[in-house]
């Protein structure tokens, strides 16, 4: 008897590899995480309040200090673009430094555009963080960040075993609660509030591994 011809399998599309950004798609990337991160920063200058890392740092020194925040944040990340070429190579270090600066011009863009006489504190604090994680996502997608301590983190998990989590954690720790020296307590206590709603938005929505999008 004559065999049955056996059907051919359907031939199924590699999902494992996702096309890389464009370069427009990067710049537009870039653009939007910066502008939603400097918008959730402005909401928490304008709460009296700070958050973590450099950014955390640099609203802390522009209550002490008169000096505009975008000066201190683009300062105070100087030191971590070498740390970022050491570690992460050309590419990203030089997405990071863009995306810095855009964050420090931006930053200085929003009060003349916006003028709030009110702001409620809690509102001011929540959504910002809130918005500064979502603008961090974009950020990320685009092989770029807002620099900072993580990157010392990680060179200190690789010298010394610490890891880089908790060494994160007491950065953004220390930040915050030096805060207390400058603005009330209220405003500290609801600074640690808005950390942890920025860590659970990085946390439900960017794992390595979940998104192909490159």
């Known amino acids: 008897m004559p065999k049955t011809p056996v059907a051919a399998e359907p031939r199924t599309l590699n999902t494992d590899v996702a096309p890389r950004h464009s370069a427009v798609e990067d710049v537009l990337g870039i653009l939007t995480g910066t502008l ?6 402005f909401l928490l200058k304008a709460s009296a309040a700070v958050t973590g890392g450099t950014a955390g740092l640099a609203l802390l020194l522009s209550y002490a200090v008169p000096v505009p925040f975008g000066v201190f944040f683009f300062a105070i990340n ?5 740390l970022a070429l050491w570690k992460k190579g050309w590419n ?4 990071t430094v863009v995306a810095v600066a855009l964050v420090s011009a931006f930053s200085s863009l929003h009060p003349y ?3 709030i006489e009110h702001l409620n504190p ?3 604090v929540l959504f910002g963080n809130l918005v500064i994680g979502v603008g961090l996502i974009v950020l990320f ?3 770029a960040s807002l620099g900072g301590f993580n990157i010392l983190a990680l060179l200190l998990q690789e010298r010394l075993g610490w890891r880089a989590g908790y060494v994160q954690m007491v950065f953004d720790v220390t930040v915050v609660v030096a805060a207390i020296t400058v603005v ?3 405003n500290v206590a609801l600074s640690a509030a808005g950390a942890i709603v920025l860590n659970l938005v990085l946390a439900l929505n960017h794992r390595p591994g979940r998104y192909l999008g490159t």
């Open 78 to 82: 100087v030191p971590f673009f070498a």
């Open 141 to 143: 997608r685009h092989k």
């Open 113 to 115: 555009a916006l003028g």
């Open 92 to 95: 990203f270090t030089l997405r």
């Open 36 to 41: 939603l991160a400097s918008f959730g920063l």
């Open 184 to 186: 009330s307590p209220v």
């Open 122 to 124: 809690v509102y001011g």
